[in-house]
């Protein structure tokens, strides 16, 4: 059964460093999404991308986060200057499309992430 | 605001029980509703969606507009049946899915 993929499982990082997160979604999907978890809190949507282009992001998602889809099979958050409060459990899903009804996500298994 | 509450944290029942966990939601609009689990050392995967109107691993769903209620229902609960169950509604936007806190659900032998 396909999967969506995510690298690195854990990285520590200090506060002010730059953090990658890689993901490789169902290769049939058309839509990505970025979710993360704060250790003891709900899940949070941060972004939605398709067409190679953001179509949703949250508050949460702002000047610090960016995503890419830089050759048509990783789709990357990019969290730059990292704070303490980015330390959490990010997942990456994916879709393959998003009309009522048939709009069902498949997750990675996450990438931890630890700021210092 | 749209909201889903799971107000259970923890739920223990012994095996062979029936078990109930609850979702409620806030939404103003025709929501779409999910339980999603996550099983020890596993990812997060779908195991209902109440468009589908289906039983999976014995578990069923109803959507109930007036008490603006989605609880997850087994009648007889099974050992392996023991991780947490997330309960997701998809929003206005339909893009971005909106969690409960989740329900850690343990099954005694």
């Known amino acids: 059964e396909p999967e969506v993929t995510q690298t690195p499982s854990h990285q520590v990082t200090q506060m002010g460093q730059e953090v990658i997160l890689r993901c490789v979604p169902i290769?049939?999907?058309?839509?990505f999404y970025w979710y993360r978890q704060i250790l003891g809190q709900k899940v949070e949507f941060l972004v939605s991308?398709?067409?190679?282009?953001?179509?949703?992001k949250s508050e949460i998602f702002d000047d610090q986060f960016s995503v890419e889809r830089p050759d048509g099979s990783n789709f990357t958050l990019k969290i730059r200057s990292t704070k303490l409060e980015d330390s959490a459990m990010y997942f990456c899903?994916?879709?393959?499309?998003?009309?009522?009804?048939?709009?069902?996500?498949?997750f990675g298994a996450g990438s931890r992430l630890t700021v210092l | 605001a749209q909201r889903v509450t799971q107000p259970e944290k923890l739920l223990s029942v012994f095996k062979g029980a029936p078990v109930e966990l609850k979702c409620n939601y806030s939404?103003?609009?025709?929501?779409?509703l999910f339980w999603y689990v996550q099983y020890s050392r596993q990812r997060l995967q779908l195991l209902l969606r109440?468009?589908?109107?289906?039983s999976i691993k014995g578990f069923t769903a109803d959507l109930n507009k007036g008490e603006t209620s989605f609880h997850l229902k087994k009648p007889f609960a099974q050992e392996e049946d023991s991780a947490m169950y997330y309960c997701?509604?998809?929003?206005?936007?339909?893009?971005?899915?909106?969690w409960g806190a989740g329900t850690k659900l343990i099954i005694k032998p």
């Open positions: 997701a509604l998809r929003g206005r936007s339909n893009y971005q899915l909106i």
């Open positions: 939404y103003s609009g025709s929501p779409e």
């Open positions: 109440h468009i589908s109107r289906e």
């Open positions: 290769s049939n999907h058309l839509y």
């Open positions: 991308f398709y067409n190679n282009e953001i179509s949703e």
């Open positions: 899903a994916s879709s393959p499309e998003q009309r009522s009804g048939a709009n069902v996500l498949t």
